[in-house]
Nanobody, 116 residues
Framework: QVQLVESGGGLVQAGGSLRLSCAAS????????MRWYRQAVGKQRELVAT???????SYADSVKGRFTISRDNANNTVYLQMNSLKPEDTAVYYC??????????WGQGTQVTVSS
């Protein structure tokens, strides 16, 4: 059974930082592309950051230079370090895992709220 459990969300003032973690189980973690998505109220879901099997990363333009995605294959965990947070970063953040066959698994989400 696949489980992705996010943690680290919360309330922070604009300009602050948070680090999200996602602990994975039930998958071959090192063989999965890991992605963080977010969805704000009334908005479409947005792909925030991706880390490939080999460790390459990519980011949405809206978070480039502020967010950093990383993975720890030894501990089956993916992180999203979020710095210089803005009110527009407020959303539910979802950890996802994508197998080589394209099968996707989602976590339950963690709320990030940035106050102005």
């Amino acid at each position: 059974q696949v489980q992705l459990v996010e943690s680290g969300g919360g309330l922070v003032q604009a300009g602050g930082s948070l680090r999200l973690s996602c602990a994975a189980s039930g998958i071959m973690f090192s063989s999965n592309v890991m992605r963080w998505y977010r969805q704000a109220v009334g908005k479409q879901r947005e792909l925030v950051a991706t880390v490939s099997v080999g460790g390459s990363t990519s980011y949405a333009d809206s978070v480039k230079g502020r967010f950093t995605i990383s993975r720890d294959n030894a501990n089956n965990t993916v992180y999203l370090q979020m710095n210089s947070l803005k009110p527009e970063d407020t959303a539910v953040y979802y950890c996802t895992a994508w197998s080589l066959t394209g099968f996707g698994s989602w976590g339950q989400g963690t709320q990030v709220t940035v106050s102005s």
